[in-house]
């Protein structure tokens, strides 16, 4: 069973950054997407980022150029470098992964991430 662990939320100040992770408990080779999604209070979870398994990558619009998703396939881990983070990133950022050819679905417990002076 695929299991997910997000890390690297926190408070960051606005123009600052952080670099999320989340590490899955089997190899990442297998899936055929890799994917942040984040949920701010009352609104709906978004797609943030996403990469394939041939290493094709996917923005929101509003994140390019200040995000940038890649992958460690030795560490069955990707990451979410942010950059010139702004106060409405503010929310949990969940990794999910797409594998299998049903399509499976598997999701992480979500990091908090907080865009405050």
């Known amino acids: 069973q695929v299991q997910l662990v997000e890390s690297g939320g926190g408070l960051v100040q606005p123009g600052g950054s952080l670099r999320l992770s989340c590490a899955a408990s089997?190899?990442?080779?297998?899936?055929?997407?890799m994917a942040w999604y984040r949920q701010a209070p009352g609104k709906q979870r978004d797609l943030v980022a996403a990469?394939?398994?041939?290493?094709?990558?996917t923005y929101a619009d509003s994140v390019k150029g200040r995000f940038t998703i890649s992958r460690d396939s030795a560490k069955n881990t990707v990451y979410l470098q942010m950059s010139s983070l702004k106060p409405e990133d503010t929310a949990v950022y969940y990794c999910?992964?797409?594998?299998?050819?049903?399509?499976?679905?598997?999701w992480g417990q979500g990091t908090q991430v907080t865009v405050s002076s």
């Open positions: 999910n992964v797409i594998f299998g050819g049903a399509g499976n679905n598997c």
């Open positions: 990469i394939t398994s041939d290493g094709s990558t």
């Open positions: 089997v190899s990442i080779r297998s899936f055929n997407r």
